[in-house]
């Protein structure tokens, strides 16, 4: 086995990635163990706890040269970011997993060509355009992976096809009826969570992707279908259920007054407007779906109500009601929500409702008690407030 010359290599690929500003890929490549296995027809990354293996086959690595092997190490540090192990899992059945899988390195690799024009993939990489007919970098796995359904859905026979295209790494080592590979028992636990979220912290901010930078880009926020229940009615239930009241004490009206001279009764009246302040996170890991739901509700007109709407990647943007584009698609930074309270509105929000996938890095907020989390099936509550509300909203009820 080709150990010693691949760790030459090894250490320069380290090197290049750092000059060429992939300071994630350089930083999981640190923190992995590298073994050689055939058990493996490529390259694969696992993590377990704090504990992150790299596996290479070694005539994989025979194959290719020190540009496509960079390129390789900064598809598997992607693959740990974006916390694609742990989100594969949640796919019910093994044809859900294969398309889910593709899906992943279609948004991977066109990253990938984007962002590291200097830098190259395998031949046998599969891209947005080959597998939906579009670049994927702006979306997120689960997106391409509801596209390939419909198409596979409409197009039996599309399936044949799907089959035929290879990942630039093994992906089955993540299926939790794979054994092959196993030395221990493979879990994407809260440490892993800790770890992703640590390296996007300390990650430089001229990286060109991958979480701890703005993007500022226009999305547009597609019509979405009337909602059959669930999101929608939530948000207008939550944003009147709290209505704030003065209460005024006052003798009755005079016709009263001689039957009952002493008595003083309670009267209600409004003591203005109930602030509420919607945040959607238009990073590119989060669906559309939840995004036509907030602007919906934000153009609603909610009595004593009075509705504040950003978007957010990493840093918060102002957006209007009847936006038909909102900024974002950058890495996911939920801590810009809080930075937006204090810097831009004149008191804190009687409720924040944050429409996210949750995988942030870690924040702290002064008022968790006031902010209720919205997020999809796939959805991780691990980086947010414990003392925060958190639902989960099937697509279904989009």
Known sequence: ???????????????????????????????????????????????????????????????????????????????????????????????????????????????????????????????????????????????????????VAAKPEEINRLSQGQTVDDHSVWDPQEAEIRERQMRWTDESSALAGKLLAKCNVKDPCYGTIPLGEDRLTTPSRRCRKNLARFLLDEAQTETLYDTIWTHPNRKLLSVYPEVILPTYESAGFRNVLIAIDTSGSVPDAFISVAMNFARQKVPRTKITLISFDVNAYEALPAATLLKGGGGTRAQAVEEYVFQKLQRYPDCVFVLTDGYTSPLQISKPERWTWLLPPWGSDGSLPKDCRIEYFEAADL
């Open 1 to 151: 086995m080709p150990q010693l010359p691949f760790q030459e290599r090894y250490e320069f690929v380290q090197q290049l990635l750092r000059r060429r500003r992939a300071y994630i890929a350089a930083s999981v490549m640190r923190l992995g163990q590298v073994q050689f296995t055939e058990a493996v027809e490529t390259a694969a990354i696992l993590a377990t706890g704090s504990d992150v293996t790299l596996y290479f086959n070694p005539d994989f690595c025979e194959r290719i040269n020190n540009l496509e092997l960079a390129g390789v190490l900064v598809h598997e540090s992607l693959h740990f970011v974006f916390r694609h192990q742990e989100r594969i899992t949640r796919m019910r059945t093994q044809h859900d997993r294969f398309l889910f899988g593709l899906a992943c390195d279609a948004v991977i690799n066109d990253l990938i060509n984007a962002k590291f024009e200097e830098l190259r993939l395998p031949d046998i990489a599969v891209t947005g355009e080959w597998l939906i007919g579009r670049n994927a970098s702006n979306l997120a796995a689960e997106q391409v992976f509801r596209l390939l359904q419909s198409r």
